[in-house]
């Protein structure tokens, strides 16, 4: 296959949601339509489980496992599916964050009952943010839920999504009786005894053969809502999909096997190929000759024995092949890999090469760090690839002054790894770490402890944000810096970061200084 088709074959994507609205099943009967794996079960064997919030270790050790499904691929309809896994755990947000700057679209998942919940709303807007093409699904039709319209209308004003569905629910909970597929008119019945499902072509809802199939009340309202939904919303267009500006809107029950196939047939005809990428320098475009690709996540392994790091990278552009001499962007080193590996639901290979829009895993003894470049040799800075404001805070202290230098190289390798983000405040040099999750703060202390032999303790510091700053007025930021200094710190790039106490101060300083921006993500 010539190297053009390759790269048009590739679909790469993720799925979100808030944990328990169905992800996994998801991906599980999306792998099972693929071939990928045989069984259910298998990837939710791998999911992190909610029970173990307590025990960091526990948590660890089942990341460890979950790397086995970092990216999951199947052949489907000629086209090469690749599922990025993001990991549901409210404390690995943002390991998901950054696997989103991976994908080319995403799918959302939304509970039938729940609704919008609040972390998807985070992921939804970190894909708005890249324009992302994504399509929503509906999921536990098989149960009692909020009414289809008022959900389309939480989907429209919660997270700003123009919603499009092409799929509509008939009733729902003991009443489903399956939905229409209005993007390609076919009645699809629900057996909720897991049998094959039934489907009818029905290109004319007026038909009076559909009271036989769904029985009269049903067949009225499915007609009335029907009409509404092409009076109300806008038709499919798949320029305006692509662009991230429609979203395809599909209803199911996951569990039951029920309306997924309707959405990956779909999927695979509208959803993207392997798309261009920003760089500082340039946009790169997969069908270019030369490789590139970034990496954007790191995994360590916890485990003493294994003390290895898998970088996953993201192909760009060209051809990547094993054995092959690679520039590392920030080193200007050359590096070649001889046993690159992806990381499929079932099986863990070395491959031989890799396509745009494909990941590969590769062992990495500490030489990388997120949102680092490889390329045939060109200077590439891969944009898109940001820091988000952590929710928690911390100051850090050395507990053993005879081993600070292993502390100083333990806190900059996991930072690199993005365990978490340090700031460093101008004034008097004390070391912040920002995290997502309460769980980092363990991981780190038990890390540098075991593989740096450092010991830390922290301090409790409550912080609203860390904001990074923009300006079009130099004299004001000059001035907010100097008024500001107890509160500015650095990041990792040496960025000034405003350290917000409150929302109340940070809303003080926006009026105060009308001039200055301040940013929750480092990427503007
Ligand atoms: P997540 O990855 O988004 O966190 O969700 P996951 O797939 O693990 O699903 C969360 C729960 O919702 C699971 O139940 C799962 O079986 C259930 N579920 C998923 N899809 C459907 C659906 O279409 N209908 C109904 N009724 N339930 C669904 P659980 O009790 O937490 O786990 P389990 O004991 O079933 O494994």
């Given at each position: 296959?010539?190297?053009?088709?390759?790269?048009?074959?590739?679909?790469?994507?993720?799925?979100?949601?808030?944990?328990?609205?169905?992800?996994?099943?998801?991906?599980?009967?999306?792998?099972?339509?693929?071939?990928?794996?045989?069984?259910?079960g298998?990837?939710?064997?791998?999911?992190?489980?909610?029970?173990?919030?307590?025990?960091?270790?526990?948590?660890?050790?089942?990341?460890?496992i979950?790397?086995?499904?970092?990216?999951?691929?199947?052949?489907?309809?000629?086209?090469?599916?690749?599922i990025?896994?993001?990991?549901?755990?409210?404390?690995?947000?943002?390991?998901?964050?950054?696997?989103?700057?991976?994908?080319?679209?995403?799918?959302?998942?939304?509970?039938?009952?729940?609704g919008?919940?609040?972390?998807?709303?985070?992921?939804?807007?970190?894909?708005?943010?890249?324009?992302?093409?994504?399509?929503?699904?509906?999921?536990?039709?098989?149960?009692?839920?909020?009414?289809?319209f008022?959900?389309?209308?939480?989907?429209?004003?919660?997270?700003?999504?123009?919603?499009?569905?092409?799929?509509?629910?008939?009733?729902?909970?003991?009443?489903?009786?399956?939905?229409?597929?209005?993007?390609?008119?076919?009645?699809?019945?629900?057996?909720?005894?897991?049998?094959?499902?039934?489907?009818?072509?029905?290109?004319?809802?007026?038909?009076?053969?559909?009271?036989?199939?769904?029985?009269?009340?049903?067949?009225?309202?499915?007609?009335?809502?029907?009409?509404?939904?092409?009076?109300?919303?806008?038709?499919?267009?798949?320029e305006?999909?692509?662009?991230?500006?429609?979203?395809?809107?599909?209803?199911?029950?996951?569990?039951?096997?029920?309306?997924?196939k309707?959405?990956?047939?779909?999927?695979?005809?509208?959803?993207?190929?392997?798309?261009?990428?920003?760089?500082?320098?340039?946009?790169?475009?997969?069908?270019?000759?030369?490789?590139?690709?970034?990496?954007?996540?790191?995994?360590a392994?916890?485990?003493?024995?294994?003390?290895?790091?898998?970088?996953?990278?993201?192909?760009?552009?060209?051809?990547?092949?094993?054995?092959?001499?690679?520039?590392?962007?920030?080193?200007?080193?050359?590096?070649?890999?001889?046993?690159?590996?992806?990381?499929?639901?079932?099986?863990?290979?070395?491959?031989?090469?890799?396509?745009?829009?494909?990941?590969?895993?590769?062992?990495?003894?500490?030489?990388?760090?997120?949102?680092?470049?490889?390329?045939?040799?060109?200077?590439?800075?891969?944009?898109?690839?940001?820091s988000?404001?952590?929710?928690?805070?911390?100051i850090?202290?050395?507990?053993?002054?005879?081993?600070s230098?292993?502390?100083?190289?333990?806190?900059?390798?996991l930072?690199?790894?993005?365990?978490a983000?340090?700031?460093?405040?101008?004034f008097?040099?004390t070391?912040?770490?920002?995290?997502?999750?309460?769980?980092?703060?363990d991981?780190?202390?038990?890390?540098?402890?075991?593989?740096?032999?450092?010991?830390?303790?922290?301090?409790?510091?409550?912080?609203?944000?860390?904001?990074?700053?923009?300006?079009?007025?130099?004299?004001?930021?000059?001035?907010?810096?100097?008024?500001?200094?107890?509160?500015?710190?650095?990041?990792?790039?040496?960025?000034?970061?405003?350290?917000?106490?409150?929302?109340?101060?940070?809303?003080?300083?926006?009026?105060?200084?009308p001039?200055?921006?301040?940013?929750?993500?480092?990427?503007?």
């Amino acid at each position: 296959m010539g190297f053009l088709e390759e790269i048009d074959k590739r679909r790469t994507f993720g799925i979100v949601s808030h944990p328990d609205a169905g992800k996994t099943t998801l991906t599980e009967k999306l792998l099972l339509f693929g071939g990928a794996i045989q069984v259910a079960g298998a990837v939710k064997s791998n999911k992190i489980k909610k029970s173990a919030t307590s025990d960091f270790m526990d948590i660890e050790r089942q990341r460890g496992i979950s790397v086995a499904t970092s990216v999951m691929g199947f052949l489907y309809k000629g086209k090469q599916i690749n599922i990025l896994d993001t990991p549901g755990h409210k404390d690995f947000q943002e390991d998901t964050y950054r696997t989103l700057t991976a994908v080319d679209s995403a799918i959302v998942v939304i509970d039938v009952a729940k609704g919008v919940e609040p972390q998807t709303e985070k992921l939804v807007e970190v894909c708005r943010m890249r324009k992302t093409p994504m399509i929503v699904f509906i999921n536990k039709l098989d149960r009692e839920g909020k009414d289809a319209f008022d959900l389309l209308d939480e989907v429209e004003q919660k997270i700003n999504l123009t919603a499009c569905p092409l799929s509509w629910p008939i009733g729902m909970g003991q009443r489903f009786k399956g939905v229409y597929n209005i993007y390609e008119k076919k009645l699809v019945l629900f057996n909720p005894h897991g049998k094959q499902e039934d489907t009818i072509e029905f290109n004319d809802l007026d038909d009076p053969g559909l009271e036989n199939h769904i029985g009269e009340s049903a067949a009225a309202e499915l007609r009335e809502e029907v009409n509404m939904v092409n009076e109300v919303y806008p038709p499919f267009d798949k320029e305006a999909y692509l662009n991230g500006e429609l979203n395809p809107v599909f209803f199911g029950s996951a569990i039951n096997n029920f309306g997924v196939k309707e959405l990956l047939d779909c999927f695979v005809e509208i959803a993207p190929q392997p798309l261009a990428r920003e760089t500082e320098e340039r946009i790169v475009k997969p069908d270019e000759k030369k490789f590139s690709g970034f990496v954007f996540k790191i995994h360590a392994n916890m485990d003493p024995k294994h003390r290895d790091r898998i970088a996953f990278l993201r192909i760009c552009s060209g051809e990547f092949r094993r054995n092959t001499n690679y520039i590392h962007v920030r080193n200007a080193k050359k590096m070649k890999f001889s046993n690159p590996t992806t990381f499929m639901a079932s099986k863990k290979e070395i491959i031989e090469s890799a396509f745009p829009g494909d990941i590969v895993g590769l062992y990495d003894s500490g030489n990388f760090k997120i949102g680092d470049a490889l390329t045939e040799g060109e200077k590439l800075t891969f944009k898109g690839i940001p820091s988000f404001s952590p929710e928690m805070f911390r100051i850090v202290h050395n507990a053993d002054p005879m081993k600070s230098k292993q502390l100083a190289k333990g806190l900059s390798q996991l930072m690199d790894e993005g365990v978490a983000q340090m700031f460093v405040k101008e004034f008097g040099g004390t070391k912040i770490i920002g995290t997502v999750g309460a769980l980092q703060f363990d991981v780190i202390q038990y890390r540098l402890e075991h593989e740096y032999g450092a010991k830390c303790e922290y301090e409790s510091l409550h912080l609203h944000k860390a904001c990074w700053l923009t300006h079009n007025d130099g004299n004001q930021f000059k001035e907010f810096l100097q008024r500001r200094k107890r509160d500015i710190a650095k990041d990792k790039a040496g960025n000034d970061v405003f350290m917000a106490e409150s929302a109340w101060q940070l809303k003080t300083m926006q009026e105060t200084y009308p001039n200055i921006t301040f940013h929750f993500t480092s990427d503007f």
